[in-house]
């Protein structure tokens, strides 16, 4: 009797187990950048994994942090790097989607109160089956340049544009150092 009552004590924490992992996302690394104070807007980065067997489809996200949250991607139209809202993001079954800098992110627009770098950020993920998943995302730092591209956490990125100016007519001898 013992041994019966411990297979199925065994068999039904195997399938709680397995209906979990079913119905939510493994979320790694989500961040919300920090941005500085009487900034309107920020994005939320992370990677979401699915050890399902079954696509995950992300179709909205909330947070008390913004008045709206919006599923949003970067893409390249004729060389130039746009960002662009989306309706979904999908999760196919055992692969994994990174959200980041210059591609898929989350983004949080009408900040209700001033992001402090190194507090958490609740964010709730909703999916198109009805169920949604609460999530934090610490406050960091996240360094990207002027065109959206190269995260490396340089702080002078943004400058990269001026270093370039090669066109002298205009500056009529100033600052020129041969």
């Known amino acids: 009797m013992v041994l019966v009552r411990s297979l199925l004590l065994t068999a039904g924490l195997s399938l709680v187990s397995l209906t979990a992992l079913a119905e939510s996302l493994l979320v790694e690394e989500a961040q919300v950048r920090a941005v500085p ?11 979401l994994r699915n050890p399902g067997e079954q696509d995950v489809t992300l179709v909205e996200a909330d947070s008390p942090a ?15 790097m746009q960002m662009r809202k989306v309706t979904e993001i999908v999760v196919p079954a055992g692969e994994s989607v990174a959200l980041a800098p ?30 949604s998943q609460q999530i934090t995302a610490p406050v960091k730092r996240i360094e990207v340049s002027a065109e959206g591209h190269h995260g490396h ?5 943004h400058d990269h544009d001026h270093d370039h100016d090669h066109d002298h007519d205009h500056d009529h001898g100033e600052g020129h150092r041969h």
């Open 37 to 47: 104070p009487g900034s309107q807007a920020s994005a939320a980065f992370m990677t």
């Open 153 to 157: 956490g340089d702080a002078h990125d």
């Open 66 to 80: 913004a008045e709206v949250m919006e599923l949003h991607n970067h893409e390249d139209v004729d060389g130039v």
């Open 102 to 131: 210059g591609g898929l992110h989350l983004m949080l627009i009408g900040l209700t109160a001033p992001l402090v770098e190194g507090e958490p950020v609740e964010i709730e993920l909703r999916f198109d089956t009805g169920e």
